[in-house]
């Protein structure tokens, strides 16, 4: 068996394994970083276009980051923390595109403004009063809001064609909103690695185990799958981004922080529509709120959408239950994933979350009638022969202890790392891919504590986020600043 040593090993070919190597190659581009994907391209997974809601994901119009309790109050504070993540992402974007790192803005990502979009009269006071709290921080002062029936023609005129006479509707709009191709900025992130002497990419490359050695690294075994062969990676770091694939992997790595932890796979579908004289009609992303019992994931919306340069419509997502982990995964991958220690939790969140289990089976059983029903809501002019069902990514929701002991389903994001900074995981799915530069920094603060510390890293990473180490949230004019500079870099102030 051949065998390699590396500073960093990259499992998974996604968007976050793309953007901790980006990261890092800026930061010391001595480093030798070796990544491995199992299929034969690069995002492919949840970062394929087709796969993902391709929002770039700032709090502007998903309802359910502001959820409202049962006594009436709205919180603002996860839309608050994922609009200041957004922010970040961007940063780094503009600083990769001002470098030529990147290819032009529009290859990836493109304006497109972000409505919510409610009816009836309850929804409507719910988004007047959540426009009340956002619009009167600075993140979100540039929130536009309208009950105004012909206003709402204007910003979505396909939603507001032939809907009833005197029906209660409102909308919420940002005009500097975004249409993200994550799988095409994955793509560029990674071509670019490939041209540093030490970077290298294995395609078809899985993982077979995980073990750490006794001198502090770690010995992973991958076999290619073109050839056979099987291979032996010694790295002094390893992180897990392969998606839903990541808490398999995490479970082999057999470290302490991964017990306990479990997963709930959902699946997903859209309605695609690719006629030009009705996808050139709509331009922006309409979100709604979320059926009852729905995981947060299945917020429907109506989105323009560009993807490899051209232009459509999708609808969804259509939730669905499923036992895989990957798209492109086995059926057996939930009952594997049971372990002695995350089967009571597992167990647990079985039990409290039996509706949302029912409402996955009755989605998945959904006819193409009964989906353009839904769709319906967001656009009455609908025709089912105009649309056509496809496939999106694999989703894992995150399934942990409580203080109890007993089981929780978690909807966002986690990272999971060892206690000594050799490896960590990055489990969960909302919000995602919006936020990964956040994310990636975290994990580089988690797991290379000594070197972010250094005034050579801390310099650089001021360079690449020019607001790092400060508060967007508590700061309003150095929003302003970055926000000016990042929406023109990115083309994002032309809507």
Not at 117 to 145: I, N, P, T, Y
Request: charged share 20%; glycine share 8%; net charge neutral.
């Amino acid at each position: 068996m051949t065998a390699k040593n590396v500073d960093v090993l990259l499992v998974g070919g996604g968007v976050m394994s793309a953007t901790l190597g980006m990261l890092l190659k800026q930061l010391d581009p001595a480093m030798t970083i070796t990544l491995v994907e199992r299929l034969d391209h690069v995002a492919h997974e949840s970062t394929d276009g087709w796969n993902n809601a391709g929002t770039g994901h700032a709090g502007y119009c998903e309802l359910n980051y502001t959820p409202e309790g049962p006594d009436g109050t709205i919180s603002i504070d996860r839309a608050l923390s994922i609009n200041a993540s957004f922010e970040v992402t961007l940063q780094f974007w503009s600083y990769l595109v001002e470098q030529d790192i990147l290819p032009g803005p529009k290859s990836f990502i493109n304006p497109t403004p972000h409505l919510s979009f409610v009816w009836g009269d309850k929804d409507v006071a719910f988004l007047r009063k959540r426009h009340e709290l956002l619009s009167a921080h600075h993140l979100f002062s540039e929130m536009q809001f309208s009950e105004s029936a012909e206003q709402l023609a204007e910003w979505m005129p396909l939603v507001m064609e032939q809907r009833k006479p005197g029906e209660k509707v409102a909308a919420t709009r940002v005009d500097f909103g975004s249409d993200v191709d994550f799988g095409s900025l994955t793509r560029s992130m990674i071509a670019n690695l490939e041209r540093h002497e030490q970077f290298e990419l294995n395609l078809s490359h899985s993982v077979s185990s995980l073990r750490k050695s006794k001198r502090g690294y770690w010995r992973v075994e991958v076999r290619d799958e073109k050839t056979g062969e099987d291979k032996q990676i010694n790295a002094n770091f390893v992180f897990l981004g392969a998606g839903g694939g990541s808490l398999p992997l995490l479970q082999k790595s057999n470290i302490d922080e991964s017990q306990g932890y479990g997963g709930f796979p959902v699946s997903g579908q859209w309605l695609v529509c690719k006629k030009q004289d009705i996808v050139q009609r709509h331009h922006s992303k309409v979100y709604g709120k979320a059926p009852v019992g729905a995981p947060p994931m299945s917020v429907p919306h109506l989105d323009t959408r560009i993807i490899n340069g051209q232009p459509a419509l999708l609808f969804g997502p259509f939730a669905g239950f499923t036992t895989k982990f990957l798209k492109k995964g086995s059926v057996l991958d939930l009952f594997s994933s049971v372990k002695r220690y995350n089967v009571k939790p597992m167990m647990a969140v079985g039990i409290d979350n039996m509706d949302l289990t029912r409402y996955l089976i009755a989605e998945s059983f959904q006819s193409h009638k009964d989906r353009v029903a839904s769709l319906r809501n967001f656009f009455p002019n609908a025709k089912a022969e105009d649309w056509a069902l496809q496939n999106a990514g694999m989703r894992v929701q995150i399934i942990k202890k409580d203080a109890n002991g007993h089981g929780k389903l978690e909807f966002g994001t986690e990272i999971v790392a060892a206690k000594d900074g050799s490896l960590a995981a990055l489990l969960g799915a909302s919000p995602g891919a919006s936020t990964a530069v956040q994310a990636m920094i975290n994990v580089l603060e988690r797991c290379f504590k000594e070197r972010m510390a250094s005034a050579e890293w801390q310099a650089k990473m001021r360079e690449l986020v020019p607001s790092y180490g400060q508060s967007l949230i508590k700061d309003a004019e150095l929003l302003k600043s970055v926000r000016q500079r990042t929406l023109s870099t990115l083309g994002l102030t032309q809507s």
